[in-house]
């Protein structure tokens, strides 16, 4: 797997804020950049139609199932969780708690 120069700073940004966000457009290494920097910390992809099913209906049983923080990879196609994440990360700003990932057509308010 190839090293990207931006590592570093994705590194950098989590040790300062808990929530990171990665875009950019469709295909260009998002997901694998995010999987390869953070091997631990749990991957969940929004796309997939039954996890997208629960986090839209169930925001709140659905980020309880990642105490810890989660890559949230898709990240457009469940807007609404943003309004779940904020009093989560309001509540206990862990730096690095969540790494949103998505393309740059957000639909996001």
Known sequence: MQNRTIEPILLELVLKYPVVTVTGPRQSGKTTL?????????????????????????????LNAYPDGAILDEIQRTPELLSYIQPIIDEDPVPGKFILTGSQQFNIR
């Not at 953070?38 to 049983?61: C, H, M, S, T």
């Open 34 to 62: 995010c999987r390869k920097v953070f091997p631990d910390k749990p991957y969940i992809n929004l796309e997939a139609p039954d996890i997208r099913q629960f986090a839209v209906e169930d925001a709140r049983g659905f």
